[in-house]
């Protein structure tokens, strides 16, 4: 009887039934390009792209006839989402004529378009495609690459890429294709062999048909196929069989399916890259020359193709421009391809960054550079080039360079040869489909023979290949995969569905709401208004199913018998009635368990194939089964479950398990009609035959036995105690009882069914199952249901031990006796007992209690794939616990053992693999070992949440210590983990891209009017206000600095003066102001420095300079226009190229920008073309240049503007530095003589751009000590001046330049110049510095120096006034920190009066400067060091400038002395400057404050003309810019002051320089609003050499001495260093403690600092580690001894650094001195009081919302509470501990523990988990291992309260101890013999036991109880069984036989 599933053929019930009309096609009729595209293609070319579109159309509308339905297509696929999280919605590729469509949705999502794409021609095939972009080609590193995803669309001429980033490719073919193929790699093309293919080369010599390209910008390359031969020899050629069609290519496996259409067979290939060997192979064929029965040798390939290419039409030639190298076809071909000259793309395109296959031998065609990446042309306007531009013959490689092909394909498996007779026909379909057991199936249809034929494949044991076996023959008109079940549905040549898992039968499939095939025709197809249910269906066949028999439906008739019969047999689907046509037409785009039905009437729906099994548990227990059966065992198994759980009117959710329990037991031999607890199953609903097995039937008439069922029922039992009932007085029926007891009598098992012998492997697999869910609180209704099948198994199978082990879990549930279906003893040898079955249960509460013990464990059973939490928590308890550090290694660990019943090897390995421990997180202790392992395997917050609490609390724990000092780069995973918001949010931004700032600044930028721009809106005050919150600084800053206003020019008119004159007057005080007003956009740019995130769609405002001003009483206007005074000609240029800069630098680096809106900024009115100029170098510091395309760098220099091309050539320069980068250096190059051939054209260079120019080319080969470049600008630093007045003006800037890049160049390098010793490069600089004779010019300029200058006699000695300070420079920056002291000797200051008066004293302060930079160590920041620079001669010599009366002496010249000292002062101070840059040193600030307040006396002292004012002012400006570098970004307030007073100096020897200097030291000062500092690596000091050298121009054209544009390289010494701490819960930045330890070093020794952030850090390679200082912030480390990456990255990003405040903590601006602090208010007294805790005050605690609520409804007391006020001040002081302890998520353990111990107290307990649980947590706290952790960390607040655990233990302690005084004794007594006890006592039986550890029953015999007589020998006895005394002492008294207990 238990046969019947076998018997009886089901069906299973296909899930809603829809309508499906694929999306795209309506969208495309309202597609917005539609209708213009169709008419498009009907118009005449002519008219096409004639102007007068209206005319066009109207004229091309008579035309226009309805044409037949467009051919359309689509295919559909799971949904892939960006993150990475599951989806389950469909996404459709819909393509018809022009057009594709891309949707994506679903049942719960609305269809919506995601993308729709318009070309040119009709669309051939579209598909999406995952493109590898990789560096390496090699195999083994492709899963870590980066992955693009595209979608193409191929043409007939071309294909179209469109990646999902936005990047637009367009190949051009060079054959025609018939479809493309996504692979693994990338696409797969097949070439279409035309009739007229007759090749011009070698006779019939065949070309490839399958190509591959693997990246949109790469070479379309010929696929290789490798296979053996008949001698067993595999031969390397290239695919040129056209026999061979591709039907199939799958990714995974990579594997490839093509039919021989001459042979007319199937092949299988496997699809990966080719290795070297075998390219050479392929490339050595070529070299022997081909013969025609080799292979098509690839040079003659290579030159066919090229041959081809020059055809002209795309038609014409099948192998249009397959590479071509005349690309005059493409442009006549496609107008739409964005072609491009190549002779630009050389430089613009040349740098293939986009495309992987960098490298390898192939050459480039140039059809790469026309379709670059980069190009953002709109699509038609191609920029044609004249047909055969000679330029690209540079780069392309000679013409037979053969293609490398990168695809091969390996043969794997051919079907064999059938019948000749039957032909056999291509396969119109091919799936990989596995079975329920994981068995991979490749399937093809072939349609001719309805056949489908199934090969099982299977990869080899080491991974490498792909193993087929036999074939299977299905019959079959159709069929497709279902992959989210492992099935397949397939159509048979009848119309019906079946299903089939791999290739075993499963069942029809009913489709409620069709007809089956052999129905009446009613075409009544429900509309998609109504999602269909079978109810719903209008259709007459739901009505009859309700009449009919139900079984009907389901018996199979053969053949009609009777008539009387015949109306069964109608709708039975065996019958077909062909002449009603076939009503399933075919099936399509399967995905998960959806696919679409084709009707014979055209219709399409889309039906729902049922999952197998909807709860959790019954899915649990499935996959466990499922793994430990054999394979055809358990494909058995699955199929009967699925059949019945699937069958029409199946079960609801609830009763799933019941149906399941039902079907198991019935597969093991149990009768469960027969059982009491599973018969009275109450399956909801219709009681179908399906479900409960019917009994055969002996008779019509019935039996008593059914009378006996309903009575049984629990449906009876419903009904009897009915009201109904009693109101009609019904007398109770006497049910027998005898009937049961025979029933108990003679239950046995039927030993043939399907399980019968695997009991009790099955049983052992569901025990772990059980096991597994006790770990999760959420599936305790799941539990109960799975014991009660259990305990069934466990008594039959005569298991006591797991008896009473569930008996202990769930006493309620389990009573002692119970049905016992026995088992035959014949039939017991037939039960395979596994060899990982244990007698003793395996139990995981036990396991954990026997390690917090620490007593030894045995490896607990896991089920890999299923016991993941089991698994997890045995491992972290070893690992915390047990202190086991390799326990979570990667080896199989020796506290699992892992249960396999067969070598499934690679699905156990593969579970493995994904739990390895990664390394790449610091881990120092035990704690953070677990949390980083945790992470590692996905476990989350919300799982530990799901762990019971007692086993939850080691993990919390560790939690707990990584809580209060993490690491700061740890995952933000790991953070989330351990509830540090702060660090994970952290962790977050720092994977954000650099673009989106924390701090924006939210100023609207419309907000202050067009008048009130002054450049600096845009600074974050929020910050600024932190940093300095005392004053005013920063207003008063702004005012300094801006210059959109008009001055005031306050000029007093004396009585003498006329109007006019006064006129003149104010004017020239006007003239006077603008010095200064053209002087401050450079300190402004300083000021806003990064400081604003562009809007792309608008233009970046630049304010202007304004050089008006206004006179005070009556505010009148005054103007330098007005002609009564001379103003200098381009006296404003510099300043607004200046202002451009300041405006350009306030663009942060992180800003998003493309080279459109660059372009987009640039001015309509040419008087703006220098501020745009400066804009542009300002980009360029800030690195944004790089975006600008070189087409139109090219067209700003084209425009020959002096100073665009100034301001370009450094801002790439400075973009591009030290990259060497060959394209800037040819662009610089063109603009420097000296680097030019020595034949080629005189260029006409403007000087200033030639300097621009050669510091461009020291900026880009920074630090390479490149030779050529070297020797050139060495030899350029003393280069004479020419014949025709060339080099005669400003050379000196042109020196510096030169020797300014040449130290650049050799940056630091000092004697270890590699290669360049015969330049002599010290002697030639020394010599330029000192003079003497000049050297013949070597090299290849001889011939441009022959004849000397016209104007300038020079003779052949060294101009050193020129040649000096480049030269200088030019050795502080090669020998800079080198501290060598030969080369400083050479720069020591003259001690003789005769050598001083030889050098200018102005140089004086550079030889200081450089020979401090050399002796970089000995630099001290005091006035003493400073002083030993100067000469004795001039130290004792020099007056002090107090003096009144001038000591007179002849032979000393006191005006060279006194200039001599204070430029060596100068220079010393400007050292001390770069010294300490950034650093806020202060007795650097001291020392240079003193001098610059001397300096200030100096000026106003009486003798000052001695030493001139000029020079007194330089010195002053220079010791103020070193203050300034020393204090940069920190605003120091005393700086500041005599940088104000030094703004109010105006007039006398006040010149443009001086105010430029004054301003760059203030704007050093405030460097980027206080976000900036300066760096002092090498590069730094080189940029500020440049950018602050000390002579200043003397008016504001002024180049002479220095170009003016380069004072704005001290950008490339800026770097963030300011950290901001923002408060997580509210997102505004705050105050926090940090504490910096610097690295020791020879100065000083390893120190610490505290710093109050928001501030300025040191540089970081001086610092050890930064850490936020507790205790108002949880505390947070930042160890820089490990790299300073994560560090700069977050000063990168604004230096935003959350902190997260601490429970009852106040911020320190609410409370600066920590006096409100609640904690200081509440816990200073622990006293009795802290119960009066008010909920109220909680806010201020935690903004936990779920704790505010638990203290709003828990904690309040409400009015006569009576003995509830206990419970509420527990909960008040239980929230209260949480909170200030800050474990809040300790609260639920609290409460349940407080809840267990009451419920306990009445004696309520109906299962012992909870006990179990507070047992846990009492043994975690007095575990060995945390008493150690204790003693460690003495200092650590206790995570659970001391107070709260012992009473909880006392408690229950008195509770068991009552019980046993109360008559419990005799319960335990008799629990011990073996007797049964009262049901009333059961569950407090159980608890004791639990609680006291009692050992169970069956291991007290062993030890032989009978006859102790102490105490103490019991405690001997009892010591194996690990028993605690205190239990014992409990059980003495029984069994001693001492009636009294011995209560403690």
């Not at 083994?140 to 001429?157: G, P």
């Amino acid at each position: 009887m238990s046969n019947f599933y076998e018997e009886r053929a089901t069906m299973i019930a296909a899930g809603d039934l829809q309508e499906f009309v694929p999306f795209g096609r309506d969208h495309c009729k309202h597609h917005p390009n539609a209708l213009n595209l169709q008419l498009r293609q009907l118009q005449p070319a002519s008219e096409l792209w004639s102007s007068d579109g209206a005319a066009g159309l109207v004229g091309s509308l008579q035309e226009v006839t309805i044409h037949e339905k467009q051919k359309e297509s689509w295919q559909l696929r799971k949904g892939v989402s960006e993150i990475g999280e599951e989806v389950d919605y469909d996404e459709e590729l819909y393509v018809a004529g022009n057009m594709v469509i891309w949707s994506k949705g679903s049942k719960s999502q609305a269809l919506a378009v995601y993308k729709a794409f318009t070309v040119d021609s009709p669309v051939q095939q579209a598909l999406w495609c995952d493109f590898i972009i990789s560096q390496d080609k090699s195999e083994r590193d492709y899963s870590s690459d980066e992955v693009e995803k595209c979608i193409c669309i191929l043409q007939s001429s071309c294909i179209n890429m469109h990646s999902i980033e936005g990047k637009d490719y367009i190949a051009s073919l060079p054959f025609q294709v018939t479809s493309v193929w996504p692979t693994k790699y990338g696409l797969l093309f097949e070439r279409s062999s035309s009739s007229h293919e007759v090749p011009p080369g070698p006779p019939r010599e065949p070309l490839p048909t399958m190509f591959s390209m693997l990246h949109p910008l790469d070479e379309i390359t010929p696929l290789v196929c490798k296979s053996g031969s008949l001698f067993g020899s595999s031969r390397v050629q290239y695919v040129v069989d056209h026999t061979m069609k591709i039907v199939f290519l799958d990714t995974d496996p990579s594997i490839v399916m093509t039919y021989d259409s001459v042979q007319g067979l199937h092949s299988v290939w496997a699809l990966r890259r080719v290795k070297t060997e075998e390219e050479n192979v392929v490339l050595k064929f070529s070299e022997q020359g081909g013969t025609p029965q080799n292979v098509a040798t690839s040079s003659s390939l290579t030159a066919h193709l090229r041959s081809l290419s020059k055809g002209d039409s795309p038609v014409a030639s099948p192998f249009q421009n397959y590479s071509s190298i005349h690309s005059q076809s493409r442009s006549t071909s496609s107008p739409s391809l964005h072609s491009r000259s190549p002779s630009i793309s050389n430089m613009a395109a040349l740098s293939r960054a986009h495309s992987p296959a960098l490298g390898v031998h192939s050459f480039s065609g140039v059809q790469r550079f026309n379709l670059s990446s980069h190009n953002q042309s709109p699509k038609r306007h191609s920029i044609s080039h004249s047909p055969n531009s000679n330029s690209n013959g540079s780069f392309l490689a000679p013409e037979t360079e053969p293609i490398v092909p990168e695809l091969c394909i390996d043969h794997l498996w051919t079907e064999t040869i059938t019948n000749i007779r039957e032909k056999n026909s291509q396969a119109s379909k091919v799936f990989i489909t596995s079975d329920l057991c994981g068995q991979k199936f490749l399937c093809f249809l072939v349609e001719s023979q309805l056949q489908l034929r199934c090969v099982k494949f299977q990869e080899s044991n080491d991974k490498t290949q792909l193993i087929f076996g036999s074939v299977t023959n299905i019959q079959a008109k159709d069929a497709a995969p279902v992959e989210k079940i492992d099935t397949m549905l397939v159509l048979e040549g009848s119309g019906n569905l079946v299903l089939y898992t791999g290739v075993v039968r499963v069942g029809k499939v009913f489709i409620p709401g069709l007809p089956a095939p052999s129905l009446t025709m009613s075409n009544t197809m429900p509309r998609p208004s109504t999602p269909l249910d079978s109810v719903s269906t209008p259709n007459p066949l739901s009505k009859l199913l309700g009449s009919l028999d139900e079984a009907v439906l389901l018996s199979p008739v053969p053949e009609l018998r009777d008539s009387s019969k015949l109306h069964d047999s109608l709708y039975n689907e065996d019958c077909t009635f062909q002449q009603l046509g076939t009503y399933i037409h075919s099936i399509r785009d399967p995905v998960c368990n959806r696919v679409t039905l084709e009707l014979s009437n055209g219709s399409m729906v889309r039906i729902t194939i049922p999952e197998i099994a909807t709860s959790e548990l019954v899915q649990t227990c499935l996959q466990a089964i499922k793994f430990i059966l054999p394979k055809e065992i358990a494909v058995q198994m699955l199929v009967k479950w699925y059949s019945v759980h699937s069958a029409p009117g199946g079960p609801s959710y609830h009763s799933e398990w019941n149906l399941f329990v039902t079907c198991l037991m019935n597969m093991m031999g149990y009768n469960t009609d027969r059982l009491a607890w599973t018969r009275n199953f109450d399956f909801e609903g219709s009681l179908s035959p399906v479900i409960a097995p019917k009994k055969a039937r002996p008779s019509e008439t019935g039996s008593d036995d059914d009378w006996e069922y309903l009575l049984n029922s629990d449906y009876h039992q419903n009904v009897e105690s009915h009201l109904l009932n009693r109101s009609l007085c019904l007398s109770p029926l006497e049910v027998s009882q005898v009937k049961d007891e025979d029933f108990s009598r003679n239950l046995s098992l039927d030993s043939s069914t399907l399980l019968f012998t695997h009991i009790p492997a099955v049983f052992f697999v569901l025990h772990l199952v059980y096991e597994e869910l006790k770990l999760n609180t959420l599936m305790g209704e799941g539990i109960r249901s799975l014991v009660e099948l259990l305990v069934q198994l466990a008594r039959d199978l005569k298991l006591e031990a797991y008896v009473d082990h569930y008996y202990r879990d769930y006493p309620a549930l389990v009573r002692t006796t119970g049905q016992v279906c026995t088992v035959d003893h014949g039939q017991t040898g037939f039960m395979h007992h596994p060899s990982f079955f244990t007698s003793e249960p395996p139990s995981i509460y036990q396991w954990v209690s026997s390690c917090l013990k620490g007593e030894g464990v045995p490896p607990y059973p896991y089920l890999p794939g299923i016991c993941e939490r089991s698994r997890l928590v045995v491992l972290s308890i070893a690992l915390y616990i047990l202190g086991d550090e390799s326990s979570v290694s990667d080896e199989p660990s020796q506290y699992l053992s892992r249960i396999s019943i067969a070598p499934q090897k690679s699905q156990a390995e593969q579970e493995e693999n994904r739990f390895s421990f990664r390394h790449s997180t610091s881990v120092s202790s035990l704690a953070e070992r677990l949390v980083v392992w945790m992470t590692n395997v996905g476990f989350t917050l919300r799982d530990l949440e799901t762990l019971p609490f007692g086993i939850a609390l080691p993990i919390r724990d560790a939690i707990y210590h990584c809580r209060e000092q993490p690491a700061s780069d740890w995952p933000e995973a790991v953070c989330l983990l351990i509830g540090r918001q702060d660090l994970s949010k952290q962790a977050c931004e720092g994977n954000l891209p650099k673009g989106t700032s924390v701090l924006s600044s939210d100023v609207p930028s419309g907000t202050e009017t067009e008048e009130e721009d002054d450049g600096m809106n845009d600074m974050n005050q929020e910050v600024m206000s932190l940093i300095w919150s005392e004053d005013l600084r920063v207003q008063d800053v702004r005012r300094l600095l801006q210059s959109a206003h008009p001055v005031r020019v306050n000029v007093v008119q004396y009585p003498e003066l006329s109007d006019h004159e006064f006129i003149e007057e104010k004017e020239n005080r006007l003239l006077q102001l603008c010095q200064r007003t053209m002087a401050l956009p450079v300190g402004r740019g300083m000021f806003t420095l990064f400081s604003y995130h562009p809007v792309p769609t608008e233009p970046l405002p630049i304010p202007k300079l304004n050089l008006t001003g206004r006179a005070p009483p009556r505010n009148t206007t005054v103007d330098l226009n007005s002609g009564n005074i001379d103003v200098p000609p381009n006296m404003t240029s510099w300043a607004s190229f200046h202002n451009g800069v300041a405006a350009g630098l306030k663009i942060a680096p992180a800003s998003q920008i493309d080279s459109a809106w660059i372009v987009y900024n640039k001015p309509k009115h040419a008087e703006l073309a220098n501020e745009y100029a400066g804009f542009l170098m300002a980009l360029g510091l800030n690195g944004h240049l790089t975006k600008l395309a070189t087409l139109n760098i090219h067209d700003y220099l084209t425009k020959g503007h002096e100073m665009t091309s100034i301001g370009l050539l450094l801002g790439v320069s400075a973009a591009k530095l030290g990259t060497m980068d060959m394209s800037i250096t040819r662009l610089l190059s063109i603009h420097i003589p000296a680097l030019l051939p020595p034949t080629s054209t005189e260029l006409d260079v403007p000087h200033n751009v030639q300097v621009a120019a050669v510091v461009g080319i020291g900026l880009i080969y920074q630090g390479t000590a490149h030779r050529h470049t070297a020797e050139v600008l060495l030899a350029e630093i003393g280069r004479p001046p020419g014949p025709e007045m060339e080099y005669c003006t400003d050379r000196e800037s042109y020196s510096l330049a030169a020797g300014l890049a040449l130290g650049m160049v050799c940056l630091g390098h000092g004697s270890n110049l590699i290669g360049m010793s015969d330049l002599n490069v010290p002697e030639q600089l020394y010599q330029y510095m000192v003079g003497g004779h000049r050297r013949f010019q070597a090299g290849m300029h001889r011939e441009k120096h022959k004849s000397p200058s016209y104007q300038i006699k020079e003779g052949d000695t060294i101009n050193v006034d020129v040649t000096c300070p480049g030269a200088t420079l030019a050795l502080a920056m090669i020998y800079l920190k080198t501290n060598n002291r030969s080369i400083a000797d050479w720069l020591r200051a003259p001690d003789t009066m005769y050598l001083l008066d030889f050098v200018k004293p102005e140089f004086l302060l550079l030889r200081t400067l450089a020979r401090c930079l050399i002796l970089w160590d000995d630099i001290l920041p005091n006035s003493k060091w400073v002083d030993s620079n100067v000469p004795q001669i001039i130290r004792e010599n020099s007056i002090s400038l107090s003096e009144i009366e001038l000591p007179c002496s002849e032979d000393l010249n006191l005006e060279t002395l006194s200039q001599a000292h204070v430029y060596i002062i100068a220079g010393a101070c400007l050292s001390l400057g770069f010294r300490f840059a950034g650093s806020e040193n202060l007795s650097a600030f001291n020392c240079l404050h003193k001098f610059a307040k001397d300096f200030m006396t100096y000026l106003s002292a009486p003798n000052a003309s001695v030493t001139g004012p000029y020079n007194l002012e330089t010195c002053l400006s220079v010791v103020l810019l070193s203050l300034a570098m020393v204090m940069a970004g920190s605003g120091n307030l005393k700086v500041l002051q005599l940088c104000r007073f030094l703004h109010m100096k105006t007039g006398g020897e006040m010149n443009y320089g001086f105010h430029l200097a004054h301003h760059m030291a203030l704007g050093l000062l405030f460097l980027g609003g206080g976000r900036y500092s300066l760096s002092t690596s090498n590069s730094s000091i080189a940029a500020l050499l440049c950018a602050l050298y000390p002579h200043f121009p003397a008016h504001s054209t002024d180049n002479r001495y220095h170009l003016q544009a380069l004072r704005h390289l001290y950008v490339l010494a800026a770097e963030p260093r300011l950290l901001v701490p923002v408060d997580v819960d509210t997102n505004t930045p705050c105050y926090a403690l940090l504490e910096v330890t610097y690295k020791g070093t020879q100065w000083y020794e390893q120190t610490k600092e505290e710093l109050m952030a928001p501030t300025l850090l040191p540089e970081l390679h001086l610092l050890k580690q930064i850490k936020v200082k507790g205790p108002r912030y949880w505390e947070l480390l930042i160890d820089l001894s490990k790299g300073t990456q994560h560090l700069k990255s977050i000063l990168s990003k604004d230096g935003v650094l959350y902190v997260k405040l601490r429970a009852g903590q106040l911020s320190y601006k609410e409370d600066p001195m920590g006096w409100q602090s609640l904690l200081a208010q509440t816990v200073a007294n622990r006293n009795s009081e802290a119960r009066a805790f008010k909920p109220e005050t909680i806010s201020a605690f935690t903004s936990d919302p779920a704790l505010l609520s638990f203290a709003e409804y828990f904690c309040k007391p409400t009015v006569n509470m009576g003995q509830k006020q206990e419970i509420l001040d527990l909960f008040s002081s239980v929230l209260y501990e949480c909170v200030t302890q800050e474990t809040p998520e300790m609260l639920p353990a609290y409460i349940a523990m407080d809840q267990a111990v009451r419920r306990l107290g009445r004696s309520e307990m109906s299962e012992t988990s909870e006990l179990w649980q507070i047992k846990l947590v009492l043994e975690f706290f007095s575990s060995r291992s945390h008493q150690e952790r204790l003693q460690n960390h003495p200092k650590r607040g206790l995570f659970m309260n001391s107070e709260f655990l012992p009473v909880v233990k006392c408690t229950i302690d008195n509770t068991l101890d009552q019980w046993l005084q109360a008559g419990g004794d005799g319960c335990v007594h008799s629990y011990l013999n073996g007797q049964p006890c009262e049901g009333s006592q059961l569950s407090m039986l159980a608890c004791f036991l639990v609680y006291h550890s009692v050992p169970a029953l069956r291991h007290l015999p062993s030890i032989g109880l009978e006859g102790s007589t102490s105490f103490a020998e019991l405690l001997f006895k009892f010591k194996q069984l690990k028993m605690p005394v205190r239990a014992l002492l409990r059980l003495a008294p029984l069994l001693l036989g001492n009636p009294q207990p011995m209560v403690m």
